[in-house]
Structure formats: structure tokens, C-alpha cells
């Protein structure tokens, strides 16, 4: 569900016609709907309820500021992954007794960061990396609460770059080193064991993996309490896949609180839960412009003005986004199959491959959808191009909320040795 709907033959964002920022702002740029960011958290807040339950945005799906802000408003707090990321939810204002800090390679500096800000958790991957974290607690005078990041050994994710819950898999402790981990840190200074965590993978469509690593979870929780560790929460990661076209049938938010229901009944622990893509991926889109129309033997290339270093996904995963005219186009209308392609010098530059799309010319602007998330997070300047603005719309009311950089901004950081000049 979002709000990107045609209105009298224009593609519209809640009430502002997408056509109109396309002119004000220029293509190509990022739009999020504000309705549908708020709808999502409070769709997954409402399948929670009567839980003890904390809905930790990832910030890596998406960290604009007024993203996050906008998130914060409807009780989220955020998953972080490091120190930029940290900073980013507590200027969004959110308490750090809402933030999370995962990933497997903290620094140093990013632990003490996050302990003097008074983080709610700390989830470790690795032996080494408890020892630092409680060094640098000692150091601090203060204790870090810490759920070990467990390795189920379970495997899930829309594709292989994405699933991380296998045992090959550089993420988490392995299974069998848990236990041994969490006897160990009854005798560091500088953390304490407060919770059990694991992620699984991304764009996870079925519940049966999640279930069976869930579950595998909640028997280390209570043979850990069963060993004397008073435990107070499970984080059970994000990981819930949307829909990116017809057909994509992912379970639902219900579905999915249901089962963690039913995992964790009667444990009496707070549930932590990491959601990114299923709050941001379908409130985004990116709009671009039509360059050229270029016949090729075998098909036609419409090279459109957005490139894979503004939205990386295709190139990466081989994901799939729809797309759609800006004008709409009635269904009677004859479709003409494309590549559409951006202005990189690289073959994997290809937002899709064969599309069925309405003739489209030069000027004409499309939108790319389900872009809210992994979107222009992972955007770069590559070919020395721009980041793309974004642009956050309310109601009929639209603000850009990162705008694009000048050429000079480009190369600010950029400095010419003296030998050179
Ligand atoms: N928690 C942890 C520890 C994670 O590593 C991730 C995502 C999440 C939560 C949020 O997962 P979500 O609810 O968004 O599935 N760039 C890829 C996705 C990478 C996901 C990385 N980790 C993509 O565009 O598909």
C-alpha cells in the first residue's frame, strides 16, 4: 500500500503532482511519501500491540534526516550500524535508549560514541569484538548492555547477497560458541549480556525460515536462563520482504507478529525488532527523464537521465522495479518492449530488461518505484555525477530534503598537492 496514484492523468504523491517537482527540482530525484512512511511504522506498531515490543528502524534503508525524523514522530526508534548512523538518528531526535548498534565491525571510537550517548544495546558478532567493547566500557566506567548476534545457520533473503543467516555467512557468532561467549562475559567489566539477537536476511518473503530461526533462538534464550543469565530482551532483526510487482506475495505485517507472537509467548522479554525495507521500500520512488530512444537489432534501449550509481539495486540484486509514466497512458494504448538503461559506461547500467512500457519520447519522465529503500543510501557520484536530491512530500505539499550538490561541492574535499600547482 502507498500513495502514488494516478490523478487526472498525472502520476500524484499524496496531493502533489510529481510533474510539478519534476519541473521545480529537476530530474532525476527521490520522492517519499510521508502518508505511507507513517501508514507503514504504524501498520507494523498496530501488529505489535499489547507486546513489549520496540520497532528499531534500520537507518541503512534510508537516513535522511527528515526520513528518520518523520519516523521518529510515530514512536520508531532506529537500528544503527555505525557511528554516521548513530549521529544521524540522534539529530532525527531519536533517544538513544531507542538505538541499536549492529554490525560486525564497530571501531573503537564507535563504541565509546555510543556508550557516552547511553545506547539502549550493543548486538556483537564476534569474540574480538566483545573484548574491545568491553575494554573500551572499562575505560569509560560504564557497562555495556550486549545481545550476542547469534548465527542460526538458517538460510533466507531475496538474493544470495542478502541472506546472512547461514553459517558460511561472515554474520553473527557461530551457534556453537554462544554459550561459551555469555559465560565469558560474566566476568568482563565492561559489558553485560542483556538479550539474544539474529538476522536472517533481507527481503525475506515466507515466514518458515524466520520461524525456524526464531524458534532456534528462543531455545538459547532459555537454555541461557536456564544457566543463571537474567536476560531482558530478543531482537529478532528486520528481514520482511514487499512487494516490488504484481504477484510478489510476501507475508504480511499481521502474519509476521503473529508468529513472532507465538515464538516468543511467555518469555517475558522486551522484542526488538530491526524492520528497514518494509517501512521505506514502497514509500520512495525516483523519477527520471526520457533522453533517447536508441533502436538496437535485436531491441530498443530508452536511455532515461538516472544512472545505477543514483539507484544500485538492479545492478547489484538483479532487482526488479516497476515503472511508470509520469503521464499516464490508457491501457488500450499498444506496449512497446525496452531496455531502459541509464548514461553509465557500464553494461550492468539497466534499470530492466524487455519492460512492457507505453512509447515513450524523449522529455518524458517515468517513475521508478519501490525505491524508498537501499535507494539513495547506496547512491554515489560515480561518472562524477551528482547525488540526486530528495524530496519529501505531505499532503500537497512538497520539501526538498537533501538537495543536489553544486560541481563546487562535488570537489570540496578534493585538494591539489602543492608540487602540482
Ligand atoms: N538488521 C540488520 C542487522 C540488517 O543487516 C538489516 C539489513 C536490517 C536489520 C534491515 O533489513 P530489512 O528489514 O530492510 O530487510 N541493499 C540490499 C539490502 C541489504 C540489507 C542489509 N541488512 C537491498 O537493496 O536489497
Same mark, same amino acid.
Given at each position: @500500500?502507498?500513495?502514488?496514484?494516478?490523478?487526472?492523468?498525472?502520476?500524484?504523491?499524496?496531493?502533489?503532482?510529481?510533474?510539478?517537482?519534476?519541473?521545480?527540482?529537476?530530474?532525476?530525484?527521490?520522492?517519499?511519501?510521508?502518508?505511507?512512511?507513517?501508514?507503514?511504522?504504524?501498520?507494523?506498531?498496530?501488529?505489535?500491540?499489547? @507486546?513489549?515490543?520496540?520497532?528499531?528502524?534500520?537507518?541503512?534503508?534510508?537516513?535522511?534526516?527528515?526520513?528518520?525524523?518523520?519516523?521518529?514522530?510515530?514512536?520508531?526508534?532506529?537500528?544503527?550500524?555505525?557511528?554516521?548512523?548513530?549521529?544521524?538518528?540522534?539529530?532525527?531526535?531519536?533517544?538513544?535508549?531507542?538505538?541499536?548498534?549492529?554490525?560486525?565491525?564497530?571501531?573503537?571510537?564507535?563504541?565509546?560514541?555510543?556508550?557516552?550517548?547511553?545506547?539502549?544495546?550493543?548486538?556483537?558478532?564476534?569474540?574480538?569484538?566483545?573484548?574491545?567493547?568491553?575494554?573500551?566500557?572499562?575505560?569509560?566506567?560504564?557497562?555495556?548492555?550486549?545481545?550476542?548476534?547469534?548465527?542460526?545457520?538458517?538460510?533466507?533473503?531475496?538474493?544470495?547477497?542478502?541472506?546472512?543467516?547461514?553459517?558460511?555467512?561472515?554474520?553473527?557468532?557461530?551457534?556453537?560458541?554462544?554459550?561459551?561467549?555469555?559465560?565469558?562475559?560474566?566476568?568482563?567489566?565492561?559489558?553485560?549480556?542483556?538479550?539474544?539477537?539474529?538476522?536472517?536476511?533481507?527481503?525475506?518473503?515466507?515466514?518458515?525460515?524466520?520461524?525456524?530461526?526464531?524458534?532456534?533462538?528462543?531455545?538459547?534464550?532459555?537454555?541461557?536462563?536456564?544457566?543463571?543469565?537474567?536476560?531482558?530482551?530478543?531482537?529478532?532483526?528486520?528481514?520482511?520482504?514487499?512487494?516490488?510487482?504484481?504477484?510478489?506475495?510476501?507475508?504480511?505485517?499481521?502474519?509476521?507478529?503473529? @508468529?513472532?507472537?507465538?515464538?516468543?509467548?511467555?518469555?517475558?522479554?522486551?522484542?526488538?525488532?530491526?524492520?528497514?525495507?518494509?517501512?521505506?521500500?514502497?514509500?520512495?520512488?525516483?523519477?527520471?527523464?526520457?533522453?533517447?530512444?536508441?533502436?538496437?537489432?535485436?531491441?530498443?534501449?530508452?536511455?532515461?537521465?538516472?544512472?545505477?550509481?543514483?539507484?544500485?539495486?538492479?545492478?547489484?540484486?538483479?532487482?526488479?522495479?516497476?515503472?511508470?509514466?509520469?503521464?499516464?497512458?490508457?491501457?488500450? @494504448?499498444?506496449?512497446?518492449?525496452?531496455?531502459?538503461?541509464?548514461?553509465?559506461?557500464?553494461?550492468?547500467?539497466?534499470?530492466?530488461?524487455?519492460?512492457?512500457?507505453?512509447?515513450?519520447?524523449?522529455?518524458?519522465?517515468?517513475?521508478?518505484?519501490?525505491?524508498?529503500?537501499?535507494?539513495?543510501?547506496?547512491?554515489?557520484?560515480?561518472?562524477?555525477?551528482?547525488?540526486?536530491?530528495?524530496?519529501?512530500?505531505?499532503?500537497?505539499?512538497?520539501?526538498?530534503?537533501?538537495?543536489?550538490?553544486?560541481?563546487?561541492?562535488?570537489?570540496?574535499?578534493?585538494?591539489?598537492?602543492?608540487?602540482?600547482?
Amino acid at each position: @500500500m502507498h500513495h502514488f496514484n494516478y490523478r487526472d492523468g498525472q502520476l500524484y504523491c499524496e496531493g502533489v503532482d510529481l510533474q510539478a517537482v519534476a519541473e521545480a527540482v529537476g530530474t532525476p530525484f527521490y520522492a517519499y511519501s510521508s502518508a505511507t512512511l507513517c501508514r507503514h511504522a504504524n501498520v507494523i506498531a498496530d501488529a505489535f500491540v499489547g @507486546m513489549d515490543c520496540l520497532i528499531a528502524f534500520s537507518v541503512k534503508a534510508n537516513g535522511n534526516l527528515a526520513v528518520l525524523k518523520t519516523l521518529a514522530s510515530q514512536g520508531c526508534g532506529a537500528d544503527v550500524v555505525s557511528g554516521g548512523e548513530l549521529e544521524r538518528a540522534l539529530r532525527a531526535g531519536i533517544p538513544a535508549d531507542r538505538i541499536v548498534f549492529s554490525g560486525v565491525g564497530k571501531t573503537r571510537d564507535e563504541m565509546a560514541l555510543a556508550l557516552n550517548v547511553g545506547i539502549h544495546q550493543f548486538n556483537v558478532e564476534s569474540a574480538a569484538e566483545l573484548a574491545a567493547l568491553s575494554a573500551v566500557g572499562a575505560e569509560l566506567d560504564r557497562v555495556a548492555p550486549v545481545a550476542l548476534r547469534v548465527n542460526p545457520d538458517v538460510a533466507a533473503g531475496g538474493h544470495p547477497n542478502i541472506s546472512t543467516g547461514k553459517s558460511g555467512d561472515k554474520f553473527g557468532v557461530p551457534w556453537s560458541d554462544a554459550a561459551g561467549l555469555y559465560e565469558a562475559m560474566r566476568s568482563m567489566p565492561g559489558v553485560e549480556a542483556v538479550g539474544v539477537d539474529v538476522h536472517i536476511g533481507s527481503q525475506i518473503d515466507a515466514l518458515g525460515p524466520m520461524k525456524l530461526a526464531f524458534e532456534k533462538v528462543v531455545g538459547m534464550v532459555r537454555d541461557l536462563e536456564a544457566q543463571g543469565h537474567k536476560l531482558s530482551r530478543i531482537d529478532l532483526g528486520g528481514g520482511l520482504g514487499i512487494p516490488y510487482k504484481d504477484g510478489d506475495a510476501p507475508a504480511s505485517p499481521k502474519a509476521y507478529a503473529d @508468529m513472532i507472537r507465538s515464538v516468543t509467548d511467555g518469555l517475558g522479554l522486551q522484542v526488538i525488532l530491526e524492520p528497514g525495507r518494509v517501512i521505506a521500500g514502497n514509500a520512495g520512488i525516483l523519477v527520471s527523464e526520457v533522453l533517447y530512444e536508441k533502436p538496437a537489432p535485436d531491441r530498443t534501449f530508452l536511455i532515461v537521465d538516472a544512472g545505477m550509481n543514483d539507484l544500485m539495486r538492479p545492478a547489484l540484486y538483479q532487482a526488479h522495479h516497476d515503472i511508470m509514466p509520469l503521464q499516464q497512458v490508457s491501457e488500450d @494504448m499498444p506496449r512497446l518492449t525496452y531496455d531502459v538503461v541509464g548514461p553509465i559506461c557500464e553494461s550492468t547500467d539497466k534499470f530492466s530488461t524487455k519492460a512492457e512500457l507505453p512509447q515513450l519520447g524523449s522529455g518524458q519522465k517515468i517513475a521508478i518505484m519501490s525505491a524508498g529503500a537501499y535507494g539513495a543510501v547506496l547512491a554515489n557520484q560515480y561518472n562524477a555525477r551528482p547525488l540526486v536530491p530528495e524530496v519529501l512530500i505531505k499532503d500537497d505539499e512538497f520539501d526538498v530534503i537533501r538537495r543536489r550538490p553544486s560541481f563546487e561541492e562535488m570537489v570540496m574535499l578534493e585538494e591539489m598537492p602543492d608540487w602540482l600547482d
